[in-house]
């Protein structure tokens, strides 16, 4: 146990978990690994470019989505912009999964929406 200089409660949090931790045996003593037990095992070999690639993909993937995608302001859920109901609730653009969240929306903002658009 270590006395905290930091907000009251984040403090007590760790110490909750410190205490937890210790019960369980779980904090590692002995030296601190070294820079070479950690980094060692990096390699310039096929694994390494193929997690790159894995990672280029990931990242396109990452980004089509935050092109493409739109969040429902209701459900908060991400919905395709191109496939989504769009509604103008008080001068705004809004997209959304369903007219039951659209409809929702609308109720919230005291509009009452026509079936059209
Ligand atoms: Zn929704």
């Not at 905290?4 to 003593?29: E, H, R, Y």
């Not at 739109?70 to 007219?99: H, N, W």
Request: glycine share 10%; hydrophobic share 45%; proline share 4%.
């Amino acid at each position: 146990m270590r006395a905290c200089a930091i907000p009251s409660s984040f403090c007590s949090l760790a110490t909750i978990i410190d205490g937890l931790f210790s019960g369980l045996g779980l904090i590692p003593t002995g030296p601190r690994p070294s820079r070479g037990d950690i980094f060692g095992t990096i390699a310039v070999n096929y694994k390494l470019f193929l997690n790159i690639l894995g990672l280029a993909i990931f990242a396109v993937f990452l980004w089509l989505t935050a092109q493409r995608g739109v969040t429902d302001p209701v459900c908060g859920m991400k919905v395709d912009k191109a496939k989504a109901i769009r509604k103008e609730i008080a001068g705004q653009t809004l997209y959304f999964c369903s007219e039951h969240c659209a409809h929702k929306a609308a109720a919230n903002h005291g509009v009452i929406l026509t079936s059209a658009g």
